[in-house]
């Protein structure tokens, strides 16, 4: 059912796909589809990994019995995903734009009105039509959205006039 012919070309033709669209996006020179190519192409990549193992599966079990270094880097590369879960830098350490959004979000309405060239007034008037209490300007869009990041998007794209 699974061939090598097939499920190896297609394993290493994704891993050329992902491996050089991730060093751009790294790099900040992702351009184009690079972005979405690297999203989409990790689902065909999963499964032609999946089909690579299952066509090589008598050798495969031996990596975890017999192999201490094969082994081992799957017991590493397990571990270090576990631990990329957890944010280990502090907010000073995240990108400018993340940094701008939690401002945004952490200010009260009274202060986000005139950026955007409101009144508080007509701004809280705004969320509440989308759906989204505001109590008072002193309230902030963290407050409210109470950890919701989709609401929070929402309330963003309101501020700015995206969306209504």
Known sequence: MFRRKWTTPLTIGCFIIMGVTG???????????????HQWASWVFVAGVIAHVLSNWATFPRYFTTE??????????????????YSWGSEKDQPP?????????????SQLAPLV??????????????????????????SVAK?????????IKILFGVQK
Do not use: C, W, Y
């Not at 201490?68 to 879960?85: H, T, Y």
């Not at 701004?123 to 963290?142: C, H, Y």
């Open 147 to 155: 950890g919701d990041k989709k609401i929070q998007g929402k309330a």
């Open 117 to 142: 060239g409101k009144d508080s007034a007509t701004l809280m008037s705004r969320f509440s039509t989308a759906g989204i209490a505001i109590q008072n300007e002193d309230a902030t869009i963290e």
């Open 97 to 109: 734009s993340v940094l701008a959004m939690k401002m945004l979000v952490r200010a009260p309405i």
């Open 23 to 37: 060093l751009l996006m790294f790099f900040h020179l992702d351009q184009g589809l690079n972005k979405l190519l």
């Open 68 to 85: 201490p270094i094969g082994k081992a880097l799957i017991v590493i590369a397990v571990i270090v995903l576990s631990l990329s879960f």
